[in-house]
């Protein structure tokens, strides 16, 4: 049963919701605009706002949901590996050769379920430094690095009976797949060449 839940939320994951609204709405394949990826914010350039916002959310649904099937079976590392299944599904979708999006959004969802404090915290961030910058990569990466860091300080402040050993090394792994879907987002950063978000 557990193999089972982690190998459905990987192909929830790789439902590729952001590929299918541009095909739909007839701007070809998104991968070959802007950053190449298929979430929210590529979508966003290449099909509007809107298709942006429809993909944003049910990008964070699939993380969501897969979290939800695997707590059911009420064991956190089933669940830490189901978030982690989730994540690596939305950037490596095996429909789409595996070549996917950035996880971020569905991580959203992943952690709404699995960790909302955090999240919470983590969003302040992502907004704090988009409004900033304009960068949404940047902001995106600092929020997914920031994630492992308010699980341990709410550990160490708020919860401190809370085992968060499973959560935290999903946090921690999730957030290294988000920074290494960006590596090209990085690459752009540092050569001042990186988008921003209008």
């Known amino acids: 049963m557990k193999p089972v839940v982690v190998l459905l939320s990987y192909l ?24 190449g990826g298929i979430g929210a914010t590529n979508v966003s350039r290449s099909a509007g706002k809107a298709a942006g916002i429809v993909t944003l959310i049910l990008d964070a649904a699939k993380g969501a949901i897969a979290v939800l099937i695997a707590t059911w079976l009420s064991e956190a590392w089933v669940v830490a590996a189901a978030a982690i299944a989730v994540v690596v599904g939305h950037i490596f979708p095996v429909w789409l050769g595996f070549r996917g999006g950035k996880g971020v959004a569905t991580a959203v969802g992943v952690f709404l379920v699995f960790a909302p404090f955090s999240l919470l915290c983590a969003g302040i961030v992502f907004v704090a430094i988009v409004s900033v910058t304009r960068y949404v990569s940047l902001a995106s990466l600092s929020a997914a690095g920031s994630i492992p860091l308010f699980l341990w300080l709410q550990r160490l402040f708020i919860q401190p009976a809370v085992d968060i050993e499973a ?30 978000f209008s």
């Open 12 to 35: 929830i994951g790789s439902i590729p919701f952001g590929y299918f609204i541009v095909r739909i709405r007839g701007g070809g394949d998104v991968r070959e605009t802007g950053s």
């Open 167 to 196: 959560p935290l090394t999903a946090a921690l792994v999730i957030a290294l797949l988000v920074i290494f879907a960006h590596r090209r987002n990085i690459a752009r950063l540092v050569n001042g060449t990186e988008p921003k």
